[in-house]
C-alpha cells in the first residue's frame, strides 16, 4: 500500500504528519514489520524528513537526463528538431541551432527524427538520490534537485524506485507542497492521499485545489488539520461538505512547536499521538481494502 502526504499549501507540517506516522507503526509488528516500511521524501527541492528521521546512507547516485548536442557540419538545418519539440528546447535560427538544456525534458525525440542524423544525446546530471535506513529495519530515500535546476519529476521518479517493492510492503511518501507536476507525480499510483492543512483562509484555499487534484487522479483521501485551534471551522465544514473524513486535529501548542524545531518526532513529544495515527492507519487500510474490494467486484 501505497501513502502519500500533501499539502496544497507549504508550512502546514506535512513531514510532522509523515514522519510520526511511519513512527507510530514501527513497534506493531501484529500491524506491519518494520522491515516492510519505506519512507520516501519526495519533496527533492527541500528535502527536510531525513533531520526527523537520521538515516543511515548506504548509496547515493547522480540523476542526468540526455540532452541533445549537435554536429552543426551534419545539420541541414531542416527545422525538424523544433518542430517536433514540445518544450521549445531547441531552435534552429537560419544556419544556427540553438539548444536550452532547462527546457530539455529529455524525451529523444529530436535525436529520432533527425534526417541527418546531427543530434546525438549528452548526460546534463540535475541532482541526485540517496538512500539508506532509518530505525536500523526501514527503508529511506529522498533526492537533491541542484540549485537552477527545473525538473524534479525525473529525480521524483527515481526516489520512488530506488527501492525494490513487494505487496506486503507499507510505502509513506513526503510530497512537496503545492499541487504542481512534482505533487502529480508523487501522488502518481497510490492508494491514498493524506492531506496536511491548517484552519486559515490560506490553509482552505490551497486544500481545495489539492482535493481538486486527488479528485482528478481519482485518489481516496483524508485530511488533518494542524495547528486546529488557530483559526476558523471553515475547513472542517469544508471537509463535511465535501464527504472527505478530518482523519485528526493536532491543536498549536508550544512544547510541540519547541520539539519539532529541534527534530523530535510528533510521537515523542507526546506519546498519546502514537494511538492517534495508528488509528489513521487503520482507517486508512480499511478504505483501500473496501475500495479495492468494489473494484476486484466491478
Not at 528546447?89 to 544556419?95: E, L, P, R, S, Y
Not at 505533487?183 to 483562509?201: C, I, K
Not at 485528526?248 to 510521537?267: D, H, N, Q, S
Amino acid at each position: 500500500m501505497k501513502i502519500a502526504v500533501a499539502s496544497g499549501k507549504g508550512g502546514t507540517g506535512k513531514t510532522t504528519v509523515a514522519t510520526s506516522l511511519l513512527g507510530s507503526l514501527l513497534d506493531t509488528d501484529e500491524i506491519i514489520s518494520p522491515s516492510n516500511l519505506i519512507f520516501m521524501d519526495c519533496d527533492v527541492e527541500a528535502p527536510n524528513a531525513h533531520l526527523f528521521l537520521n538515516p543511515e546512507f548506504s548509496e547515493r547516485k547522480d540523476v542526468h537526463i540526455n540532452i541533445p548536442q549537435v554536429d552543426e557540419q551534419l545539420c541541414s538545418h531542416c527545422g525538424l528538431c523544433a518542430e517536433i519539440c514540445q518544450f521549445n528546447a531547441i531552435a534552429v535560427i537560419g544556419k544556427k541551432v540553438l539548444v536550452f538544456p532547462q527546457l530539455c525534458h529529455g524525451c529523444g525525440s529530436c535525436t529520432l527524427m533527425c534526417p541527418e542524423k546531427a543530434i546525438s544525446e549528452t548526460e546534463n546530471v540535475i541532482g541526485y538520490i540517496e538512500k539508506g535506513t532509518v530505525f536500523q529495519q526501514v527503508r529511506f530515500a529522498h533526492g537533491y534537485l541542484n540549485v537552477g535546476e527545473p525538473m524534479a519529476i525525473p529525480i521524483i521518479g527515481r526516489v520512488k524506485g530506488a527501492h525494490s517493492v513487494e505487496h506486503e510492503d507499507l510505502i509513506i511518501l513526503d510530497a512537496s507542497p503545492g499541487t504542481s507536476c512534482p505533487v502529480v507525480e508523487t501522488m502518481r499510483g497510490t492508494d491514498f492521499v493524506v492531506l496536511v492543512t491548517e484552519p486559515t483562509p490560506f490553509g482552505l484555499h490551497d486544500l481545495k485545489l489539492a482535493v481538486e487534484v486527488a479528485q482528478t487522479m481519482n485518489i481516496p483521501m483524508g485530511v488533518i488539520i494542524n495547528r486546529s485551534n488557530i483559526g476558523d471551522d471553515a475547513v472542517e465544514d469544508f471537509c463535511h461538505q465535501m464527504s472527505i473524513p478530518v482523519l485528526m486535529t493536532i491543536p498549536y501548542e508550544k512544547r510541540i512547536a519547541e520539539g519539532i524545531a529541534v527534530g523530535k518526532l510528533l510521537i515523542d513529544i507526546d506519546a498519546n499521538y502514537k494511538e492517534g495515527f495508528r488509528q489513521v492507519y487503520s482507517h486508512i487500510a480499511e478504505t483501500v481494502t473496501a475500495r479495492e474490494g468494489r473494484i476486484d467486484h466491478a
